[in-house]
């Protein structure tokens, strides 16, 4: 397949579970993401899109969301950046920057743009992302541009998807959320329309390398297809 999607959820339960703070959870979480981008580098698959941080993330305890952001920040600029060198990885970022502290956005578009020649494999991560967050952001981009044009014409599809954060990657075949719950929470709900769903139901900071050989093989014996003829 081209691009997976992941939405690592869980890391808090894991921690309560063994009576440690959900910090602990955060940062072991953090651990398995840079195991999977690792497996990821061997598997069939081109593009690897992360949900890491939600715009309703936001509502957790101000000290939960301070612990979150200091983890990524740190991983995106020691391990996460190590790993993409390694394997030569472009590291990609959607999502409301403007709502993250600058410490960690300035990792974010740091990182970015030191590996965006990388001739390897893309990884998405998407930070202080919302579905509907990035509808409006794609709506005000259109709307300005067509205010100076004077252009009042209908919006095409193309036009949504070229504003969309996501603009230049293939739309995702496979999200694969952990964590036991069956829902989006709001990931990428246009991109996501056709994508096949799986649901596993252990927490990301047990992922291991299985789960995505998994679902890339029973989605080899997926047919799609995209509203034509099942025949
Ligand atoms: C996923 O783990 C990480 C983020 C959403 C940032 P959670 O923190 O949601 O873990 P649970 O769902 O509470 O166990
Ligand atoms: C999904 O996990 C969002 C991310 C992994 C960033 P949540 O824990 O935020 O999802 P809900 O609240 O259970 O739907
Ligand atoms: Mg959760």
Redesign the pocket.
Known sequence: MKHLSV????N?RWAEKRGLPRKDGHAEGAKALCKAIEDFVTIDADILSV????T??EKRDKEEVANLFGIMAYFFRNEIYRLAENYSLKLRFIGDFRRLPDILSDVMSDIGAKTINNKGKTVVF?VG?GGDEEICSAFDRILKKRMFLMDASPIRKEELYENLYTVGLPLPDAVL?Y?G?R?L???LPVQTAYSELFFIDKL?PDYDKEDFEKVIDEFSHIKRNFGGNNG
């Open positions: 939405i690592i959820d869980g808090g949900y890491a941080f939600s309703e993330n998407a992302y959320r964590g719950y829902r929470s709001n990931f990301w």
